[in-house]
């Protein structure tokens, strides 16, 4: 895989679970940006003995982690800075189809904010966990070496997530039941 | 009935990531127990709706932009950093000369001035 091909490859994947641990896109942008930046440096000297998406997905989480502790640091001069049996039952994500009807368009505005009033009230690790499961498709042991967590954390935390995501959508359809 | 499965078990079991055993030990429990069955499907409605709707488009010429700022041998942090740094410097230099240039050409104002600063310390210190 060339350097152009691990960006591609990983690109967007790096943006969502950016903007899952900040919340904000201004933020996931400079954050994915610098996690990019950075993994196209360590690129070279990346010998292939972990996974690469695993590898990208710590990068990030790592760049995070700085972000929060420059913040810290940084707070009061930030003031005047600019702004089948073995079938996976969880499927990989579905491409939409072209050209949604007036009311699928509203039905997916209303999953989309039932899923945005779940995210508010989970940690930013817990949504981590829920990106690379359910968008990138990674295995337990693969989501705990991306996040540097036991196996046990990454069962729970998803979990969790799963089920106040299932609380928030259940809400979201109660209104229009007779 | 006594639940023996957890919400961690069914979403685990969901996607398969549990050893044969405990994978068995949920299949059967959820063959007798209607209200697992029920919450495992809502795991999975929720599972479905975030694979469908939770994945949002990159910034477009996000990758572009990375591939041009490590070929410059930099990053996007780096310049709003440095300049940031050069800004808070003038600032400082500009303060500095202010205060200097004020003494020279204003020296009774700048007495004034000093006397209340002065006065104000005093009165703190007690």
């Given at each position: 895989?060339?350097?152009?091909?691990?960006?591609?490859?990983?690109?967007?994947?790096?943006?969502?679970?950016?903007?899952?641990?900040?919340?904000?896109?201004d933020?996931?942008?400079?954050?994915?940006?610098?996690?990019?930046?950075?993994?196209?440096?360590?690129?070279?000297?990346?010998?292939?003995?972990?996974?690469?998406g695993?590898?990208?997905?710590?990068?990030?989480?790592?760049?995070?982690?700085?972000?929060?502790?420059?913040?810290?640091?940084?707070?009061?001069l930030?003031?005047?800075?600019?702004?089948?049996?073995?079938?996976?039952?969880?499927?990989p994500?579905?491409?939409?189809?072209?050209?949604?009807?007036?009311?699928?368009?509203?039905?997916?505005?209303?999953?989309?904010?039932?899923?945005?009033?779940?995210?508010?009230?989970?940690?930013?690790?817990?949504?981590?966990?829920?990106?690379?499961?359910?968008?990138?498709g990674?295995?337990?042991?693969?989501i705990?070496?991306?996040?540097?967590?036991?196996?046990?954390?990454?069962?729970?935390?998803?979990?969790?997530?799963?089920?106040?995501?299932?609380?928030?959508?259940?809400?979201?359809?109660?209104?229009?039941?007779? | 009935?006594?639940?023996?499965?957890?919400?961690?078990?069914?979403?685990?079991?969901?996607?398969?990531?549990?050893?044969?055993?405990?994978?068995?030990?949920?299949?059967?429990?959820?063959?007798?127990?209607?209200?697992?069955?029920?919450?495992?499907?809502?795991?999975?409605?929720?599972?479905?709706?975030?694979?469908?709707?939770?994945?949002?488009?990159?910034?477009?010429?996000?990758?572009?932009?990375?591939?041009?700022?490590?070929?410059?041998?930099?990053?996007?942090?780096?310049?709003?950093?440095?300049?940031?740094?050069?800004?808070?410097?003038?600032?400082?230099?500009?303060?500095?000369?202010?205060?200097?240039?004020?003494?020279?050409?204003?020296?009774?104002?700048?007495?004034?001035?000093?006397?209340?600063?002065?006065?104000?310390?005093?009165?703190?210190g007690?």
């Amino acid at each position: 895989m060339t350097e152009e091909e691990m960006v591609q490859r990983y690109g967007r994947m790096v943006y969502n679970l950016a903007l899952r641990l900040t919340g904000d896109r201004d933020e996931a942008a400079d954050l994915a940006q610098d996690a990019l930046v950075r993994a196209l440096r360590g690129w070279r000297g990346f010998r292939g003995e972990a996974d690469p998406g695993s590898w990208v997905y710590r990068i990030t989480l790592n760049c995070w982690k700085n972000s929060l502790r420059s913040f810290k640091k940084w707070k009061v001069l930030r003031f005047f800075a600019p702004e089948d049996s073995e079938e996976v039952l969880s499927e990989p994500r579905d491409i939409p189809g072209p050209d949604p009807s007036p009311e699928q368009e509203a039905q997916a505005a209303e999953t989309r904010r039932a899923i945005a009033k779940a995210m508010s009230g989970l940690t930013p690790e817990e949504r981590a966990v829920l990106v690379l499961r359910e968008l990138d498709g990674r295995s337990y042991p693969e989501i705990a070496a991306s996040l540097g967590i036991p196996l046990g954390t990454v069962k729970s935390r998803l979990a969790r997530a799963r089920m106040l995501l299932a609380e928030a959508l259940s809400a979201e359809e109660e209104p229009h039941a007779p | 009935m006594p639940h023996e499965v957890t919400p961690e078990d069914l979403s685990a079991y969901l996607d398969r990531e549990l050893d044969a055993a405990a994978l068995a030990g949920v299949a059967g429990h959820l063959a007798s127990c209607p209200e697992c069955a029920a919450l495992l499907q809502r795991l999975k409605g929720a599972s479905a709706a975030f694979k469908k709707h939770g994945l949002e488009p990159a910034p477009e010429g996000m990758v572009f932009r990375a591939l041009r700022a490590r070929r410059r041998g930099g990053e996007r942090g780096a310049p709003r950093r440095l300049g940031f740094a050069f800004a808070m410097a003038v600032i400082v230099v500009v303060v500095l000369a202010g205060g200097v240039a004020f003494k020279r050409f204003m020296p009774q104002v700048f007495e004034q001035i000093q006397g209340m600063i002065g006065k104000a310390a005093g009165s703190l210190g007690r």
